[in-house]
């Protein structure tokens, strides 16, 4: 069966996440061109986090227990409007459109990665109780911002090497579409193995579950809203 979209212009039950816990580190991605596409993505006017209710505040519980071992959560993406997918799906369809592979997608041809499972529609950001995130070391690090046309760096290469993210290692970079970016990948070891296994840690603790291809992706078990698909953009007036 198809999804059931939401259009509706606003967002039931969903907040602005710093609102809710205004600790919490926000860098978010696709409001930029800093992202596997390489411009602002379709349905991000603001750089926001937008969740349902339920997953922030259960975000908040993990804030509380990053802080208490020295750590902050960032998020890398929160909801994400279906009208954000089908721009993802559009862009998939357009070989020539290459800007970033040297950084995302390094090993990857650009036709395999919906096949492969990198990227997906629908998504459960659309959803509004998934996220995308890592831990920083508290107090933050400051991030060298990203300025378009910088030389790129495969997320794939030493934490030192790769984008300056101020992320503690977790072995890639975030949205680094390669096996190596998969949450058990036995090549991670070290110091990046034992920082996923802290995040999983305190993101289970929480209610939330990890999507094994992606260190960064979790989605909260008992999400409100499991079949619905919103397309409200990314934007404070769409929480009301």
Known sequence: HPPAVDARRALPGFVVLTDVDPRIHTDIRYATAHNFVGRPIAGYPEPLCLLTRQAAE?????????LAGGHSLKVYDCYRPRPAVDDFVAWSKRPGE???????????AKDRLFAEGYVGAPTAHSRGSAVDLTLVDEPAASQSPYRPGQPLVACTRPHGQRFADNSIDMGT????????AHTADPRITGAARDNRQMLRRLMTGAGFVNYDREWWHYSLRDEPYPDTF???PVARSSVG
């Open 230 to 232: 919103f397309a409200a």
């Open 58 to 66: 259960a975000l908040r519980r993990v804030q509380d227990a990053a």
């Open 173 to 180: 970079g975030f949205d680094c579409f390669d096996p190596r």
């Open 98 to 108: 290459q800007q970033t592979k040297a950084e995302f997608y390094p090993d990857v």
